[in-house]
C-alpha cells in the first residue's frame, strides 16, 4: 500500500514537472513571437511602469511648443 502510494506520488510529481516546463516553454516561445512581430501583450499594466507623482514628487508637464 506505501509502496504504491508512493509511486503514484513520484508519477504525479513527474508529470506536473513536465507540465510546468512545458508551460514555461510555450509561455516563453509566445513571448519570442509577440516580440518578433512587435505585437508586446505585457500581463501587466503598462502604467505600473511609469512612477505617479505622488511617489517622486515631480511634475510632468507636455511642452505646448512640442509638435505631436
Same mark, same amino acid.
Given at each position: 500500500?506505501?509502496?504504491?502510494?508512493?509511486?503514484?506520488?513520484?508519477?504525479? !510529481?513527474?508529470? &506536473?514537472?513536465?507540465? /510546468?516546463?512545458?508551460? $514555461?516553454?510555450?509561455?516563453?516561445?509566445?513571448?519570442?513571437?509577440?516580440?518578433?512581430?512587435?505585437?508586446?501583450?505585457? !500581463?501587466?499594466? &503598462?502604467?505600473?511602469? /511609469?512612477?505617479?507623482? $505622488?511617489?517622486?514628487?515631480?511634475?510632468?508637464?507636455?511642452?505646448?511648443?512640442?509638435?505631436?
Amino acid at each position: 500500500m506505501v509502496v504504491e502510494f508512493d509511486q503514484i506520488a513520484r508519477k504525479t !510529481t513527474s508529470q &506536473l514537472a513536465e507540465s /510546468i516546463a512545458k508551460i $514555461q516553454r510555450l509561455k516563453t516561445e509566445k513571448l519570442k513571437l509577440q516580440l518578433e512581430r512587435g505585437v508586446f501583450e505585457p !500581463t501587466f499594466p &503598462l502604467s505600473s511602469l /511609469i512612477p505617479s507623482n $505622488q511617489e517622486n514628487g515631480a511634475v510632468i508637464r507636455q511642452n505646448p511648443n512640442s509638435v505631436s
